[in-house]
């Protein structure tokens, strides 16, 4: 009987055996797996090479892991993961001097990654907008000194003789509405990245500067409106999660989410 995909947490060899998955035991498995398939013909290559992705399911959920409540949803993360374990059975080649694990594990972290670059809802501006970002972050400052409270949109826009709705569609693009930066580091300065080093700058800081821009109006929302839009946009919560959170449904949410935002635009071009 040969395991599929979906069965946990042991593979049920032909023969019979029930092979707990610890990891040197899959290590040993793995190799005698794949040096099976190096020298097999179709389609009994592509069979034990199934067997190599089933037995190291646990390695993908694992690196999965790492990524969760980043801003997509866990389960298309984790399936990113798979296709990464499937393409390192199928480009495996032992002749290389590497252990499978070593060879999985960059293969498997670069198409979460790639899932990240391909399927996130953060896009690179263009380059005007990257430019008025930039004025607008130094203007806010230089406001909010003389000021001694955040500028809103309307004296930003003054200040730098331009519409009001320029500087709400800069705000709109810049690092404000996205997930948490993969690269921050867990727990003190010397700890791992938590994304592994996905790479590309470092957003808080343009985070942390449009949420300070964006205070004010956040500060006339409803309690519970605050506390919805604080969670999706600034710690980068699932609509599900916030569903969890606030006892309502994930369309519920999509929804609340649409008519807050809809307001804040409104209080803005006002």
Known sequence: MTATIDE?????????????RSERRRGELTAVLLAEA???????????????VVLNMCVARSIASRY???GEAYEDVLQAAHVGLVKAARRFDASHGKDFLSFAVPTISGEVKRHFRDCGWTVRPPRRIQELQSRISFVSSELAQQLHRSPTATEVAHRLEIRVDEV??????DGCFTPTSLDK????DDGAPLG?????????????ETHVALMPLLSELAPRDRHIVTLRFFHGWTQEQIAQEIGVTQMQVSRLLARILRDMRGRLVA
């Open 8 to 20: 946990q947490p042991f593979v049920v060899l032909e023969f019979g055996t029930k092979i707990r």
């Open 38 to 52: 190096a020298v097999a013909n179709e389609p009994e290559r592509t069979r034990l090479q199934d067997e190599v």
């Open 68 to 70: 969760r409540d980043r």
């Open 168 to 173: 709400i569609e800069a705000l709109a693009a």
């Open 185 to 188: 580091r867990v727990g003190d």
């Open 196 to 208: 592994e080093l996905l790479g590309g700058n470092d957003v808080d800081l343009d985070r942390a």
